[in-house]
């Protein structure tokens, strides 16, 4: 059928930008509703006769036209209705069929009826399952799960993507409605006798734009026997005989006013509309951005459960690879791999350690701004062989902290500076979609660190700025600025004291390296330079057992490091550690024992690390060049 646009009342939604709740991934248009001519809906009655409806003008709300054709029977299980007439059954003993009206005859795939697409859905036939299943108009089942999982799940023809959207009470929803691609709404029954929450979900990049988001004065949303959409948020409802129309309005974030469409409804009967009759054109979506590529960056320290040290880095080749100590002590002996993968990577790579030991690894992509990485599959062992994909399409290098219980998150920025969180599920399980959780401004050069029961967030912002803000309890703080002049270069660094204070340290346009640290929450505001050091990198900081933060630098091409005379003290002067050229800046960590390190990479690709024994204090320190391998 054709599309088309209305021209008057409610039949043109056009919503400014500044009216639409700002995503911060595309650039802004303006938002108008397209349908069908006409919207098929399939009423599934109590006795198994399946019949076909049209609504005229689906913008508008006008009443279903009269009269309808009998196009089946037998229907008396679970319905749903997705894009382009495909219709779903569950048949032969919880197998998932797919069938197919073409607008005047069912489809005869091989000669049969449907295609049998999936096995074990045995958990929809159930009343209470029925309305928890909804496909859209890009063909994606949104499923609420007996377990209390919100999944997105896709078929292409061969096999299933499932993917956890969120989690919770297994009782907190009772219907899933999908209303376009990617958007749907799930109704709590527990609130105002019934509301509805939107959600908008962009499979690409995995990101969650939006989530639980309330529908205001959908309460009563209880009165709706079970709903359905044709897209392009515009939804039916069906309450007793009577069966609604509604259309979200962005620019109120509610429902418009409902009309009743038709009345004399047969209690019992399934519903569903195709759901791509209708489109909502210029909504915002997610763009993939330029992901620069950066060679010779640094390395990533992960204290695996061994007391072994594994260091992530990418190669001169773009390959992720680790160098793993060998030894316990013995920082000399390396072993070195690359994982093959035929996309190049880019950056300093994310890595953090699952709660049941097995290491987490990823870095982005210069072609095409996904974030890949690999699972350990045994811990202290061998890898898997299957990389896994997180999306993501952001701009900067990812960063991985695990929390108190062993949850690992994923940070990362994207093209306007806001920052996005994708945590797992819970320990060892799936990562749940990216979420936006700060507003745009950030740089690239960022950092975290976990405090407590916290995450702490330090990062360089457009303007030469250097803020911090918390993550807690689900959310991030506002961005404190860390005062003291805005012409601060490259990635800050930063420690949490055992007090849960921080102290960060920069490079600024002197080339000089700089610190604070923050006292009764509040950080002092002037910056006080550590030494006469001239760096040409970003410093790293590594806090050791007694409380003194260490610190390293690239000078010249040869690592610099100091470390504070007593704690809260000042620094000490700054030495070279090792006279062979660093290709990378260092990066820092405390090791098993309380002792800070530092490791860097040499020109010929070999992981150097430079350690202080906890039992010496600052008095012993040791550098060694890996030497089993090629980085």
Known sequence: MRKHTAA??????????????????????????????????FAAAPDGTLRLYQHDEP????HLRAGSSMIGGGWTVPMAVGQDGYVYQVLDGGNLHRFRWTGSDWERPGGGWSVRIAEDWDDWTSVVSRKRVAVDSNGNFFKFTASGELTWERYDGTAWTRRVLETGAANRYDMVVAAGDGVFYVRDPHVLNGVFYRYEYHAASQRLLKARELVADSGDANLLDSAFSAGGDVLYGVEGTWLWWYRYDPATGGFAPRRLVDTGITPGTQYGATTDACELLGRAAPARPVVPVRENQPNTAVVTTDGLVDYFYVNAAGNLTSAKQRYAGDFSLLTYQSFDDTTPRTGVPG??????????????SPDD???????????????????????GWLVGDPVVVADSAGV????????????WRRP???????????????????????????????????????????RVARFADGSLGAWRVIGGGSDVVGRPAVVAHGDGTLQ???????????TQREAAGAFPGTWQRVGDAVADGSPALALGADGMVHAAVRVDDLV??????????????????????????????????????????????????LYTAPATSRSATTAFTGAVGVG
């Open 424 to 466: 797992q599920a819970a320990p060892n399980g799936a990562f749940l979609p990216w979420q936006r959780i700060g507003t745009p401004g950030a740089t690239a050069d960022f950092t975290a660190v976990r405090n407590g029961a916290a995450v702490d967030v330090v990062a360089r912002f457009a303007d030469g700025s250097v």
């Open 504 to 514: 960060v340290a920069v490079r600024r346009a002197d080339g000089g390296v700089h």
């Open 8 to 41: 008057t009342g409610l039949a043109v939604l056009v919503v400014s930008a500044a009216a639409v709740t700002p995503t911060g991934v595309a650039t802004a248009a303006d938002e108008v509703l397209r349908c069908d001519t006409a919207v098929s809906v």
């Open 369 to 391: 701004a996904v974030l890949r990485g690999k699972s350990q599959a045994v811990r202290n062992g061998v890898w898997g062989t299957e990389k896994t994909v997180h999306d």
């Open 59 to 62: 913008e508008l709300g006008e």
């Open 560 to 609: 610099w490091r100091t470390s504070q005379l007593a704690p809260a003290g000042p620094f000490g002067p700054w030495t070279a550690v090792l006279f062979d050229d660093t290709a990378t800046d260092p990066n820092g960590y405390t090791l098993p024992g309380g002792g800070p390190a530092f490791a860097w990479r040499t020109p010929a690709g070999l992981v150097a690390t």
């Open 408 to 419: 690992l998150a994923v940070f990362g920025v994207d093209a306007q500076g806001a920052l």
């Open 351 to 364: 890595a953090g350690l699952r709660a049941d030991g097995r290491v987490e690894v990823l870095a982005n």
